[in-house]
């Protein structure tokens, strides 16, 4: 009996190619079956994985970017063990994709070949104290603050490509709100006012920025950043850091590795996994050896 896969594909994916790389891995595998699922709405891929019974395909294949991934941590969360998953780098940002040295068509085939997986983590959150809100996951960053402005209009200058980030992230470093929070990374407390905060399972975010350079997809914990606020020529120099990593050796960042954390603050969106989503008061917790990834 032939091997199956189940082939996710977001056409609006950032790049638009996600229907075009389906088709060159359908041309590069002629002994499989697929079952190919094109996205019609947004959450489409989380309302499909929640009920569909993945035992049936040897592997799923992602075509899209860190916002699809988004749709497929929410799908299988709460399910047991899931077949390999491979992410096609399909998106804008491709945090994911940079992580794992997966930045084009063939390499992604060659992983698929390969086969080399692990079990990485996700986190949850949750948006209020009460136990029956439901709950949002995650697999790359969760941001607040200054971030949050930055990515809405971010989203706005789609039409600039991949310079939206940077032009986006100038335009708010100048305008420099400040937000007042308690922040709890584990046990500890910050409080006044900041700038932003940033809480990475991914090395990357945004386009190619390593906002979290000691990173590790499985080590179950997250990596945390909290910015004060600061004049903002103080955050226009660090701003070019943060493409190398650099950044962290500032004064000016408290870089912190934990389990959970907590915002407390009036209510602000926040930018989850590069999606507008949710917003504080916020409480995220990891949840180790979650996805079954080929990276």
Request: proline share 5%; with cysteine; net charge positive.
């Amino acid at each position: 009996m032939p091997k199956k896969l189940l082939l996710l594909v977001n056409p609006y994916s950032g790049s638009g190619k996600s229907l075009a790389a389906c088709e060159y891995l359908k041309k590069k595998l002629t002994d499989y079956t697929f079952n190919t699922i094109v996205s019609q709405y947004k959450g489409h891929f989380a309302d499909f994985l929640s009920k569909e019974d993945l035992n049936q395909y040897e592997k799923i294949i992602i075509f899209g970017g860190d916002g699809t991934m988004h749709e497929v941590t929410n799908g299988i969360a709460e399910k047991g063990a899931t077949p390999p998953m491979l992410l096609f780098p399909c998106g804008g940002g491709k945090a994911l994709n940079h992580d794992i040295n997966n930045l084009d068509w063939e390499s992604s085939l060659q992983k698929f070949k390969v086969n080399n997986t692990k079990l990485i983590d996700i986190f949850k959150l949750r948006f209020a104290d009460t136990t029956d809100a439901q709950p949002l996951y995650g697999f790359n960053v969760i941001g607040w603050g200054l971030v949050s402005y930055i990515n809405a209009t971010a989203e706005k200058l789609r039409w600039v490509g991949g310079l939206r980030y940077s032009l986006a992230a100038i335009i708010h470093i100048f305008k420099n709100p400040s937000f007042e929070a308690k922040v709890v990374v584990d046990d500890e407390v910050f409080t006044g006012n900041f700038c932003f905060v940033l809480a990475c399972n991914t090395q990357h975010t945004g386009k190619a920025m390593k906002i979290a350079p000691l990173a590790v997809l499985d080590d179950g914990l997250l990596d945390v950043l909290v910015i004060k606020h600061v004049p903002f020529y103080h955050l226009l120099r660090l701003f070019p850091l943060i493409f190398s990593g650099k950044h962290i050796h500032s004064p000016l960042v408290i870089y912190k590795k934990a389990r959970k954390f907590s915002i407390d603050a009036e209510p602000l969106s926040l930018v989850l996994d590069g999606e507008v989503k949710g917003q504080t008061p916020l409480q995220a917790e990891v949840l180790p050896n979650k996805l079954n990834m080929i990276v």
